[in-house]
């Protein structure tokens, strides 16, 4: 392992996802091959990792192992893997080498639950974050767009919301270069129920506050995802969950539709047999492992969460993933997304008092 | 109109959707054809509902009209409607024909959350339904399922999921005739999360109570919707939604990524006309207004909601599935589903009462 200047570590959880290292190290050897100044952490069971790595060199000659027993089963209870891994397993450990400085970021394709509550624990919030986000780079018919959380919340108040928009658009920027990305908070068509009130005070706020890394462009609903109306969509952790794997659903169960339609008759296969390079270029765009990656924020560190069933190019899409985002200096498009909005807080507050309240007070 | 002992009469918010009479005439002459039996009732601006009636004898000779000035605009809110539609609106007195027994079954395609209010106002929900629930009728891989709730309520508590899956169960055996239909929670991947209580207690309750009208199997998630994993897909109608919506934008992103791919070259052109049979089959099988209508299930009497933009042909197919319910008699089989749930409760209740306190209390 020759570290240099240009070098970013990243810290692996081996034996994270249904396969594990047979899965992992191919992953990492892609990515390496595309972005050479990769090196890897790689946590987990040596004599678990040490015989695939043997086989892909380039992966060997740019990674170290941490040796530890223990890993996080698939379907542990996030509390009972803190309670039974914390400081020891794979999971912990990886996470752990981006707090002491080691690794650039971590990948896991672990337990969501587990990895959620693992990150928390070690890496902490970020000032002023009262939960983290997960967000998931949604493929539109535009491009690309954001949306969190998916999954790390279940419901979520005015603050959580606000700052669910603040960390996404500075993914945004980060991610896709755009200086103001456009924001849109999810809703339901029917502005009038209880329970909605969260969604609605958040979007005053977003309007009024007026923060420049974000455009607020009002109320989206779940079919405006996929055109790519806005760049992101902010939402709490079930329906965004649910929307992220109905979407799926649909785009598989489309899929299937579009194959058994083509197998109809031989006039069909025909004009399927030659229409070929057309599929195959559906099939790239549609392929759940050319986009693979959810990414925790609001955290003192970033954590890049892998399909649990991805293969070793999905396993790269996720490292090539945390790399543009360490690359595109994320954490501080984040932090400076975060000052902004503190300051502008701060300054409404003080706008508000009366000088001597604010004396009173201080 | 001449109405005989098979006749079943719909009654017809003539003003609701996006075109209104233009689309609702042609889409009621279409239903007639294909079910002679159905009279209507059309309630609306007689002035704007006459001359397009005139165009459709086969509607004109079942029709007769309930004039009404008022109409409830597609953006009004819940409230307003009712403050200004009450007793007055075309919506209004179309449900209201079903509570006089005038018509069998309510169709509009207005503004979603007013016609919810007025119909919770009107027919008042089922004794012991606290919540109304709106049904889809969601295409999937084997066939149909029935999604609920996807709109009417934002949160829910145990007993409204347990109820949606009643009603839904219901709805699965008169649409689909099975007999114990399978009925899923919609949940997200991580259990262990703050919010999911009722959820989970729903589930408990499903699973222990033994309703002799539906197999209840467990949580289910975003994509085992569209793989038709279960009949019934009980969830609160934010995600329900907020599913349906993104499922319908992603079919539509797919179908766009396929016209693409299938233009990108001179070959491909040419498959795809070759293959022209298979892809007309695949946009039948897609087409939004082969299956329209959200059922609204928890009241006296059943009232079934278009899609708002729904052309002649989505209006046909919400007539018909309104059709369908009664002469299937869906209301029959929601009162046999509730009755049992009911006594199974009160058997319970009993069972854990000792006989004097039972006295005492009585």
């Known amino acids: 392992m020759t570290p240099n200047a240009n070098t970013l570590t990243v810290s692996v959880d081996a034996m994270g996802g249904d396969i594990g290292p047979a899965a992992i190290v191919p992953g990492l050897d892609i990515s390496r091959q595309r972005h050479p100044e990769l090196a890897y952490i790689l946590v987990g069971d040596e004599a678990a990792i040490t015989p695939v790595l043997k086989a892909h060199p380039r992966v ?9 027993d223990v890993s996080v089963a698939m379907d542990a209870k996030p509390s009972q893997a803190l309670r039974q891994g914390r400081r020891t397993s794979s999971m912990w450990k990886a996470i752990e080498a981006v707090k002491t400085g080691d690794a650039g970021i971590c990948v896991s394709a672990g337990n969501t639950g587990a990895l959620m509550a693992m990150s928390k624990f070690c890496l902490k919030t970020l000032l002023g974050v009262d939960r983290p986000g997960i967000a998931a780079i949604w493929p539109t018919t535009r491009g690309e767009s954001i949306v969190l959380d998916v999954g790390a919340t279940v419901g979520a108040d005015t603050q959580m919301l606000i ?6 658009s500075a993914m945004a920027r980060t991610l896709f270069g755009i200086e103001r990305p456009t924001v849109g908070l999810l809703n339901v068509g029917v502005e009038e129920v209880k329970g909605l009130e969260p969604i609605r005070e958040a979007g005053q706020h977003l309007r009024e506050a007026g923060y420049d890394g974000l455009d607020y462009v009002g109320f989206v609903e ?23 794997k109905t ?5 598989r169960q489309v899929g299937g539709y579009l194959r058994d339609a083509m197998r109809a008759s031989l006039q069909t296969k025909l004009g ?7 599929f195959d270029a559906l099939r790239r765009k549609m392929d759940p492992s050319r986009v693979n990656g959810g990414v925790f924020l609001g955290l003192n560190g970033t954590v890049v969460k892998s399909h649990g069933g991805a293969d070793a190019l999905g396993i790269a899409a996720a490292v090539d993933l945390a790399r543009l985002m360490v690359h595109n200096r994320l954490s501080e498009a984040i932090a400076d997304q975060l000052r902004q909005a503190h300051q502008l807080s701060d300054d409404g507050a003080s706008a508000e008092q009366p000088a001597a309240t604010q004396a009173a007070s201080s």
């Not at 700052?163 to 996404?168: P, V």
């Not at 109306?229 to 929307?243: L, Y």
């Open 247 to 251: 979407a799926e659903g649909t785009a």
């Open 163 to 168: 700052d669910f928009a603040l960390l996404g």
């Open 60 to 68: 060997e000659e740019a990674a170290r192992i941490i040796h530890t």
């Open 272 to 278: 399927a047999l030659l229409a070929k390079p057309g």
């Open 222 to 244: 779940g079919n405006d995802i996929g055109s790519g109306r806005v760049d992101v969509v902010v939402t709490e952790g079930f329906s965004g969950n649910i929307a992220l």
